[in-house]
């Protein structure tokens, strides 16, 4: 006689009991989701749990070319997906194959195809997993989670300073009043802030706000709210009482398990990231660095996603020279794609030699920040890379773009007291970086320096920032708020305690 399926039986419960938690991962295929999101694989992997990433076949092979499974021991599974039903090209499985603004939308509304694979995935798991984290634009992930009685957690890549802006904003119809303001310029303040924040229209809180995504927010803010908490790449000390907002507004567990990135503590844990390899090896960077003054450089990086024009790019190459300063600057291969570009970099590069490194494509970036020759960094304010800043002491000058990236300038600046406007004011596409007035040089040479050497301003941004470098390391440190954090995580999402009290498997 065979036993119901939908009844736990005894072999299940026993196996359930002994094998390890098992989390399964969905992060957005978008390079700055994807690094946090397997730096978190990494970390329940550490600590005895088993951890599978779930993403597109391009992003998949990109990581097991890169070794992290074998490194992680993390499993990696890749699920089909035809971006060309979306009139998308085969390869646009990863945000940085988006190549214009057209695309962003067909890109996420493709994504939602995942789900028929997703859930074939899951149910011929035995037993089922643990618990789902997904990127909190994955919403398609929810009803797979609870048609299978799964718990699922989402991740939001953002600061809790930031998610709690939005979800604030929301609330109260923060989006609606701006949007009906006459005067672009306006400020809102966001209402239950425990610090003061002001928004205008380009800058209001929110992902998904362009037109024609509402339905795609609507969706992102309905899972959100049937989750049974969140994963935030933050620790308790950077922003404690957003942490306790965010909670209370959220009304589900907020789990503050990083800064991740310190986790990585090799060079092959720090290469292994990126996904690609650097357009220069990091040991000729560590080289280069080693012969450099302690915090006598200054960092130039914008992220994997925004490209700058020509016109930008000769400013900030300017900008550099006139600074004075040591530099490392990465140059996207994208904003190489004109000759006049290549040509006049190639003349920077050689007026610059010994004092300057250009390092085209991608920069192992937690290396470079990590060094002791590494004093400052140009930042357009992501997330990832403001955290990695901060975990590593090293201050920054805000140049931010879209997004939550001026958010994330406020709090670097206005309220941790580690950052230096550049001064821009109003959002670019992200593909796009046209801006109508462009940061001309003798800004970008004037906030560098500023940064650099700019005396007692200058020296109490380099102190509050190796202080929360500082509060970062013991966070993630054993018996360190993060740390105990994720140990509790793990204990909450055990088999044993799920399986019978929720009867599932």
């Known amino acids: 006689m065979s036993v119901p399926t939908m009844a736990p039986t005894q072999q299940a419960l026993a196996a359930a009991a002994t094998a390890k938690p098992h989390f399964v991962l969905v992060p957005l295929p978008a390079h700055g989701h994807l690094i946090p999101m397997v730096d978190l694989a990494r970390l329940l992997a550490s600590r005895g749990a088993r951890a599978s990433l779930v993403t597109t076949p391009l992003n998949a092979r990109r990581l097991r070319d890169g070794g992290v499974d074998k490194q992680l021991l993390l499993e990696i599974v890749d699920l089909a997906f035809s971006p060309a039903d979306y009139g998308l090209p085969p390869d646009c499985q990863n945000a940085d194959k988006i190549a214009d603004n057209a695309q962003i939308l067909p890109f996420f509304l493709a ?30 992930t929810a009803g797979v989670a609870s048609s299978l009685g799964i718990p699922r957690l989402f991740f939001h890549g953002p600061s809790c300073f930031f998610s709690l802006c939005d979800l604030n904003a929301a609330a109260h119809g923060l989006h609606e009043r701006v949007a009906a303001a006459a005067d672009d310029r306006e400020t809102h303040v966001v209402p239950g802030m425990p610090v003061s924040v002001k928004v205008s229209k380009g800058r209001v809180p ?25 994963v935030v790449n933050t620790f308790l000390d950077l922003e404690d009482k957003c942490v306790a907002a965010y909670e209370a507004a959220l009304g589900k567990p907020v789990w503050t398990l990083g800064p991740f990135c310190l986790h990585n503590r090799g060079t092959e844990d720090t290469a292994s990231r990126g996904g690609d390899k650097p357009g220069v090896s990091e040991s000729a960077i560590t080289a280069w660095l080693d012969e450099q003054a302690p915090d006598s450089v200054v960092y130039v990086s914008f992220g994997s996603v925004a490209r700058k024009l020509p016109r930008q790019l000769f400013e900030i190459g ?35 030699a010994g004092r300057g490194l250009v390092v085209r494509g991608w920069a192992p970036q937690l290396a470079v920040l990590s060094h002791r020759a590494v004093g400052g960094f140009v930042t357009h304010c992501g997330w990832n890379s403001l955290l990695e800043s901060i975990a590593h002491g090293v201050p920054v000058v805000t140049w931010p773009h879209f997004a939550d990236q001026f958010l994330n ?26 801006a109508p007035v462009p940061v001309l040089r003798e800004g970008i040479a004037r906030a560098v320096s500023l940064l650099m ?33 994720l140990r509790q995580l793990i204990a909450t999402f055990t088999y044993g305690t799920q399986a019978i009290n929720m009867g599932t498997l």
């Not at 899972?223 to 908490?229: F, I, L, Q, T």
């Not at 380099?462 to 360190?480: I, L, S």
Request: include cysteine.
């Open 453 to 485: 050497d700019g005396g007692e301003e200058a020296e109490e941004r380099r102190r509050k920032a190796k202080a929360y470098g500082a509060k970062a390391r013991r966070a993630m440190e054993k018996g360190g708020d993060s740390y105990e954090k």
């Open 206 to 230: 929110g992902f998904l706000t362009s037109p024609g995504c509402k339905e795609l927010r609507e969706e992102a803010m309905a899972a959100m709210r049937v989750s049974d908490g969140v």
């Open 409 to 434: 300038e406020q709090l670097a600046v206005d309220v941790l007291g580690v950052g230096l406007r550049i001064g821009v004011t109003a959002p670019v596409m992200i593909l796009d970086d046209d």
């Open 111 to 140: 994504l939602h195809k995942l789900a028929p694979p997703f859930e074939a995935y899951l149910r011929a798991l035995v037993p089922r997993p643990s618990c789902i984290i997904a990127d909190w634009f994955n919403s398609w």
């Open 318 to 352: 300017h900008g550099l020279e006139g600074s004075g300063k040591p530099f490392v600057w990465v140059v996207k291969e994208s904003e190489l794609a004109s000759p006049e570009a290549r040509v006049w970099l190639e003349a920077l590069e050689a007026r610059t």
